[in-house]
């Protein structure tokens, strides 16, 4: 009886188990990553540690970032020593823990098939891969953004009060580690204003979820640096770096920089699927409207992220948003792997409504076979580009092809051996396989299906040979 519950159980949670040891497995061969920053923020956690606040030993102050992150990070090298690489070892941990979270995501709106080749498209992207390699807050913040949003749709789903009032603390925490979790409210503001219901229907759970974000910031702020929020000298979101230094006067930063930026960062392949996405959905919009709300989660976000990302590079004209768009991005590349991968849930809609064999329907699904062999194809292409980085020393994700603009990296260890370049294969191998596994149903109903057409075809030409030899 326990073999059998734990071969139903690993049957049924193969798939993610595999992308999640392929992501592992590949992660772990490349880098670390190092540049100015991941300098920066490994000596505000080690200030933490000598001074109990996250200070610069070099600059005589606290970083410019709100502190959580630093107080996890310090927490970790007191249990495991204080090191770069363990640093970067507890990041690699947060990045798995956000591939799972990709994964609950997909799997509470759009159902598992989508749920699983968004994971796999947001595991093995060069982006993902090099942050989940480098001492940068940026990830930790994505998983309690991630975390948030998820516990905050089963509050909603549920209308338990407890739940949203969970949600609201784990938004405050998101926040109090990077600003750039603010950007987690638009999908869960959405997804409240379709499906809210009685209990969370009123002004004030809404007002109540921003408390404890407030309080935190307060005693954060105001009690315990004593400067208050509003301090002038580069340490909040109204006084950073990134929002006075501009660009240098022979730069003429272009508004497609972020997409130049996401050529490199996810691939062309990608993008086009997550654009046919969206093109399916216009064309069948009666069949699609369980997915709508959902896809108009993912591309508002996307586009929110990226709107700001441009407007404060090329409108504004400022160096660290147009320069460093691998990190202003970041909170959008798990709803544009949603957005791409919900292919897979309009494929399988599309191809029971073939019924009708109309050639508009015919074409529409044809479109989405496309999109979602864009999408295989990207897998295999980020995969290659995965291993050409990891045994680079040096990295830039460029945001203008013509310039060297863009955001750098410094790869400390690249590969030489051909032990790590095997291990990075079998991972992402690993990965196809719980992919395969999963859909392994519909490959064989899919092969059945073509058997009997070739049969059906045999015996047509079997047939009409004798019959013309008669006439």
């Not at 992150?69 to 990045?95: D, P, Q, R, W």
């Not at 640096?225 to 929002?243: A, I, N, P, V």
């Not at 050409?388 to 030489?416: E, W």
Request: hydrophobic share 55%; aromatic share 16%; proline share 4%.
């Amino acid at each position: 009886m326990l073999k059998e519950t734990l071969r139903t159980l690993l049957s049924e949670n193969y798939p993610l188990l595999s992308i999640m040891l392929g992501f592992a497995l590949v992660s772990v061969t490349v880098g670390p990553f190092q540049n100015f920053d991941t300098q920066l923020e490994y000596e505000a956690a080690s200030g933490v540690i000598t001074w109990g606040m996250p200070y610069m030993k070099y600059y005589g102050d606290m970083i410019n970032q709100p502190p959580l992150g630093f107080y996890i990070e310090a927490a970790f090298f007191k249990i495991f020593g204080l090191s770069f690489n363990t640093g970067v070892a507890l990041i690699t941990l947060f990045s798995i823990g956000c591939v799972f979270l990709v994964y609950k995501l997909g799997e509470v709106l759009y159902g598992k098939p989508t749920a699983l080749f968004a994971t796999a498209l947001f595991a093995f992207t060069p982006w993902q891969i090099v942050l989940s390699r480098s001492f940068l807050i940026d990830v930790p913040c994505l998983f309690f953004s991630l975390l948030c949003l998820l516990v905050g749709i089963h509050a909603i789903r549920k209308d338990s009060e407890v739940l949203f009032m969970a949600s609201s603390i784990l938004f405050a925490i998101a926040l109090l580690t990077k600003f750039f979790a603010i950007f987690v409210l638009i999908p869960l503001a959405l997804f409240y204003i379709r499906y809210r219901q009685k209990k969370l229907n009123h002004i004030f759970t809404v007002t109540a979820y921003f408390l404890p974000a407030l309080l935190i910031f307060f005693i954060w702020y105001d009690v315990i640096w004593g400067r208050g929020l509003l301090y002038g000298e580069s340490h909040t979101t109204f006084t950073h770096d990134d929002f006075v230094n501009f660009n240098p006067a022979e730069f003429s930063p272009s508004y497609f920089f972020v997409g130049n930026f996401l050529l490199e960062a996810v691939g062309l392949f990608f993008l086009i699927a997550a654009a046919l996405s969206l093109l399916v959905y216009l064309f069948r919009r009666d069949l699609f409207k369980k997915i709508l709300p959902f896809d108009l989660m993912c591309l508002a976000t996307s586009l929110a992220v990226i709107g700001v990302n441009t407007f404060l590079g090329a409108g504004l004209n400022l160096s660290f948003p147009y320069n460093n768009a691998v990190k202003y991005n970041y909170q959008a590349l798990p709803f544009l792997s949603l957005l791409a991968a919900s292919l897979t849930a309009k494929c399988a809609l599309l191809f029971n409504s073939l019924k009708s064999k109309d050639k508009r329907s015919v074409l529409i699904f044809s479109i989405a076979i496309v999109g979602l062999a864009l999408l295989a194809v990207a897998l295999f292409l980020n995969m290659h580009y995965v291993n050409y980085i990891s045994t680079s020393d040096h990295l830039v994700f460029k945001v203008d092809k013509t310039k060297s603009a863009g955001y750098s990296f410094v790869n400390s260890s690249p590969i030489t051996e051909s032990f790590p370049i095997a291990l990075q294969y079998a991972g992402f191998a690993f990965a196809l396989s719980g992919l395969i596994w999963a859909i392994r149903h519909k490959i064989a109903a899919a092969l059945k299906i073509i058997l009997k057409l070739l049969n059906l075809t045999s015996s047509q030409i079997g047939t009409s040979g004798p019959s013309t030899a008669q006439s």
